[in-house]
């Protein structure tokens, strides 16, 4: 089993940068892919970032360019670097852990307010 503890969010300006952090438990994390999704008020949960567990990374078109997803597998750590952030960026963050044939883990979330 996975845990995520995921970290960083907090209330900037437009224009600011956070970086957010998702520490997981476990021996094997190296193993998964490692994914940030947000859910903004009245709107579906959204994938931002991926991170493969062999290097590949995808961003969704609106972080493109802004966001940077990186990992830290001697620290069981991924990461979310934003920048550039727009109110639009507003939202409960998640980060989730998913290998092939296996249970996906969530973290519990963190809030990034962004406000104009």
């Known amino acids: 089993q996975v845990q995520l503890v995921e970290s960083g969010g907090g209330l900037v300006q437009a224009g600011d940068s956070l970086r957010l952090s998702c520490a997981a438990s476990?021996?094997?994390?190296?193993?998964?892919?490692m994914s940030w999704y947000r859910r903004a008020p009245g709107k579906e949960r959204e994938l931002v970032a991926t991170?493969?567990?062999?290097?590949?990374?995808a961003y969704a078109d609106s972080v493109k360019g802004r966001f940077t997803i990186s990992r830290d597998n001697d620290k069981n750590t991924v990461y979310l670097q934003m920048n550039s952030l727009k109110p639009e960026d507003t939202a409960v963050y998640f980060c989730?852990?998913?290998?092939?044939?296996?249970?996906?883990?969530w973290g519990q979330g963190t809030q990034v307010t962004v406000s104009s």
């Open positions: 989730r852990a998913a290998r092939i044939s296996r249970t996906a883990y």
């Open positions: 991170h493969t567990s062999t290097g590949g990374t």
């Open positions: 476990g021996r094997t994390f190296s193993l998964y892919a």
